[in-house]
């Protein structure tokens, strides 16, 4: 009698134990994936408030490169077997995974096409012929014409109640983007035969770098500009001032 009770305990003991820790099979088709072709298109610029960090800004508009603006870049998913691009209406098919071009005309819409092959995962995707295309377009402007050009109203987070006004402008001559307003009171006289800020720019991005000019109300302002999505918005971090003082300038468009 002893014996069976010990033999059910055990029993109820080894139930118990594979409920508390159960068993669990891993889908082998979890995080797996067809061939897939993916394109992302981005533009690069250096962050001037951090020299160690190259920025990536991926857009569908792109400004043509003269200078101030970087070439156009075509970036595609790795591990597939062969790659094959076609841009717009050039008849040059390139191979590699990844593709730069360099956009010198405003050509408007262009429509770029991916191929990717690949060995595909057949007990996952028994449908899959391990061949891929993807279609996309970009639109190609004028590197006169980046979207952030205009006047915000706005503050600098560091005194919100100070409201007041900066300006982005093309100008004419070999000015080009001048901003006027960051830092505060800073001002390029109009006579002056070069910018007094040294600006690199995308379409809804710009740098701003002048570590070294005082005069004109300017503090040697040093930043980034960055035109929010719904195209009204602008945030501009940036430091000035021999003690290198950071703000936040928050500014609606006028």
Not at 32 to 52: E, W
Request: with cysteine; net charge neutral.
């Amino acid at each position: 009698m002893k014996y069976l009770f010990y033999l059910a305990f055990a029993s109820l003991l080894i139930s118990s134990s594979c409920n508390d820790n159960p068993v669990v099979i891993k889908d082998p088709c979890v995080g797996a994936r067809p061939v897939t072709a993916n394109i992302r298109i981005y533009q690069s610029l250096y962050n001037v408030l951090d020299s160690n960090k190259k920025l990536k800004i991926y857009s569908d508009t792109v400004l043509t490169n003269i200078g101030a603006t970087d070439c156009v870049h075509f970036e595609s998913d790795s591990g597939y077997t062969q790659y094959e691009w076609l841009v717009g209406d050039d008849t040059t098919h390139h191979y590699t995974q990844n593709l730069t071009l360099c956009f010198t005309q405003p050509f408007g819409w262009v429509k770029v096409r991916l191929i990717v092959k690949g060995t595909p995962n057949k007990n996952c995707f028994p449908n899959d012929d391990g061949i891929d295309t993807m279609y996309k377009s970009f639109f190609v402007k004028d590197f006169h014409q980046p979207e952030f050009l205009g006047s915000y109203q706005g503050y600098n987070v560091s005194n919100p109640k100070d409201t007041f006004t900066v300006r982005i402008n093309y100008e004419n001559g070999d000015r080009g983007i001048i901003i006027y307003n960051i830092n505060k009171g800073c001002d390029t006289p109009i006579n002056k035969p070069t910018s007094i800020i040294d600006i690199f720019y995308l379409n809804k991005v710009l740098t701003i770098w002048d570590p070294s000019t005082y005069g004109y109300g300017c503090e040697a302002p040093v930043g980034l500009a960055i035109l929010q999505e719904d195209l009204k918005t602008i945030v501009i971090d940036y430091k000035y001032g021999e003690k290198r003082v950071f703000d936040r300038f928050i500014g609606v468009r006028k």
